[in-house]
């Protein structure tokens, strides 16, 4: 293979410098930073592909099925599922696993209506589109969950087509749980007997395992599909997930497909087989008890965020057994800069494994800008000991360079603080 | 991160050594093997992700976009779209860029009947079921082109809905090239005025830029999308792809999803950012000359393999400006060894950028199992000078053990050759 150009290399070079900084204000996003697999850069040299079901035999045998097979296992014990009575697969990240069970689902009532809450994830709406599925959002209390009761009405008028309820075991923004006996008990309750419940647990999925008194969030809550992604709790290089499904609806479906001359039950086909690589690795490497350890860190971590918070005024708060803690949405330059992404009046940070003590002492004192908690929410503020705000006046391109923050220049973009290079 | 358990690196360290060993024997896939891309290791550390739309701003800022970006100008270039005539980004591979195209065309005409030829690879079949889209499946020639008869005879029974044609621009098994312009007489000749036109490129799409006297396969011969795959011609350790469509199909879309709240216009959402650096990166190294080069190379070894196959009486063959090597069906142990994916009674091999002529040459002599072109057709022989056949008798362990021929027990399992470790 010809060499890399220099221009080339120096272009990767201040690419890496450039991620290299946000990475250090990374507490907007639930994707754990404090993962080192150098075990898998020898794999980067060969065209490594999981082909289709990873319990099938390939004549593509380059692949890490193996891997991918105990890592399935590894998610089936944790997510409470008996015995041979799941399939799974390594996705390439938590939109193909809902896609997949939402996929099932429509397989087994394809005149089923999906419900979902305002506050699931905005791919939900995508995914129902590409199936083409009917669906109904609910309500969401403002806490996260979904209004139990407008549930109940809306499920109550259509008791003669099969629901196929979404349901979030840790919403984006709130990182709240659905409370699945509830949902069960709703229907019950209308004597509806044909449903299916698929779980969006991205986050939480592997966070629930870990702690001593988790909400329903499994096969034992009766679940039908799950999806959980392995670049947030886990932490990965690239986006990944893993999804599983009881195993009498992916033989449906593969049966299904099977008809029309194809043999492979995952969506995706030609599939990353680094992904599972990775995952089995990080297994390998925390095993139950670390997993316990550091969600144990992250759980910390947010309280004392929280308590923090607080003493300077700002009203944060969280769910139990999530590291999402809410707050009022502060200033956007803060936003830009901690990579937050808000939602009109809150925003949230995610204490996951990377983030430090020192990061939520400062949210953020920098060279140029400072960050700080005050008078009830946070602000954007020059360095100056009188913490005068820039977050309001415009700062010329000269005087951002002086002080050194061409770095910082996106997060004064968004302020109107850096004026463009032509009107300097 | 904790550090990986001793048994854990041993695993990996023997999987590298079975992946290395099986790598020197892939002529079976379109996938090269010929890359090496050192500088994509140190973005291993971060938790990159290219979420959504690579052309729109996201407030996750450590992505890969402004890299995107240029990957998805080199394709629009050479996939001749007219500037900003198109939209696209990098997919996880050729199902996703599939699955992308006919998404769309299903938006466009809600009513579309998808067309596609019986050579098309087989998760045709699977994307339109999740896709809840209606299709019919039209026969293919025996040269592997769709059969332009009884596509005619078809639509001309169905002129009052939309045709979605899914045509090959490049067979999974014949390298064959469904011929545009013919297609787009029918449809005229039919005065079929709204249609659709996907094309699966996955190999061929980055095979024909690069030849003097290509067959129609672009935007300029009318298409409205197409997928082309990064792993197969350019080369990558994961699968990925390029996804192409016209911009007025993409915003119609965008419209829709944004009404629903969501304004990511990709199928994943969460994206794999290290594959756009890995295209951005192979692109750099080639360049233009350095891709039509290769391509040459490709196409004289396949010319190679042909007269090789034909000097043993072997009846080989190729389409144009294709690297499949078409070839009557081996024995089941060859096809093993080879990695070989036959159809009925023929198989394959592409000559990708790897394929040395060595390899060809031999078609496998190794330490223990020669693979001889004899009597018109390949077989699979003992090391003996007298080229015994194996293949059709039993091999104990010790025998095999013996021989060193433990690395090809698959390769003998698959023969009926080496008996269980029960049995022996």
């Known amino acids: 293979m010809p060499p890399l150009p220099a221009a080339a290399v120096e272009r990767l070079t201040r690419f890496q410098a450039e991620i290299e900084q946000l990475a250090g204000t990374m507490v907007g996003y639930p994707c754990s930073q404090d993962f080192d697999y150098p075990e898998i850069t020898p794999f980067l040299q060969f065209s490594l592909n999981n082909v289709g079901d990873p319990f099938a035999e390939s004549i593509y045998r380059e692949n890490s099925y193996a891997f991918e097979r105990e890592v399935v296992a590894f998610f089936q014990k944790h997510l409470r599922a008996g015995t041979g009575d799941t399939w799974g697969y390594v996705t390439s990240g938590g ?3 809902n896609m997949y069970g939402l996929y099932l689902a429509r397989e087994v009532y394809p005149d089923g209506v999906v419900y979902y809450s305002e506050h699931t994830h905005y791919s939900a709406a995508k995914i ?11 309500r969401g209390r403002s806490d996260g969950e979904i209004d139990y009761d407008d549930l109940y009405e809306t499920l109550k008028l259509r008791r003669d087509v099969p629901p196929i309820l979404l349901v979030n075991v840790g919403t984006t923004m709130h990182g709240a749980i659905d409370d699945l006996p509830r949902l069960r008990a ?11 419940i698929h779980v969006d647990a991205a986050l939480s999925g592997m966070i629930l395992p870990w702690v001593d008194d988790p909400q329903s969030f499994g096969f034992d809550a009766g679940i039908d599909s799950v999806a959980v992604s392995g670049h947030k709790f886990i932490g990965s290089p690239m986006p990944c997930g893993v999804a599983l499904a009881r195993r009498r609806h992916v033989d449906r479906v593969a049966r299904s497909v099977e008809y029309v001359g194809c043999m492979d039950t995952t969506i995706s086909g030609s599939r990353n ?3 599972p690589l990775i995952l089995w690795s990080a297994i390998q490497r925390w095993g139950e008890e670390g997993f316990r350890r550091r969600v144990r860190y992250c759980l910390d971590m947010a309280d004392y965020a929280i308590a923090q918070f607080k003493a300077h005024g700002v009203e944060a708060w969280r769910h139990k057994n999530s590291v999402t803690v809410v707050f009022p949405r502060p200033d956007d330059g803060v936003i830009a800069h901690w990579q937050m992404a808000p939602s009109r009046d809150i925003a949230h940070l995610m204490t996951m494994a990377h983030v430090t003590r020192d990061m939520i002492d400062h949210l953020g004192i920098e060279d140029a800008v400072e960050i700080r908690m005050e008078e009830g929410r946070i602000v954007l503020c020059a360095p100056e000991p009188e913490a005068r705000p820039v977050a309001r006046r415009k700062m010329s391109v000269e005087e951002a360079a002086e002080r050194g923050i061409e770095k910082y220049r996106r997060t004064l973009e968004v302020l109107g603080g850096v004026v463009r290079e032509d009107e300097a």
């Open 128 to 138: 129902v589109r590409v199936l083409g599925a009917r669906s109904i959002m609910i």
């Open 273 to 275: 087989a680094l992904t």
């Open 95 to 97: 939109t193909e696993g």
């Open 186 to 196: 709703i229907l019950k309750d209308l004597a509806i007997t044909r449903f299916y």
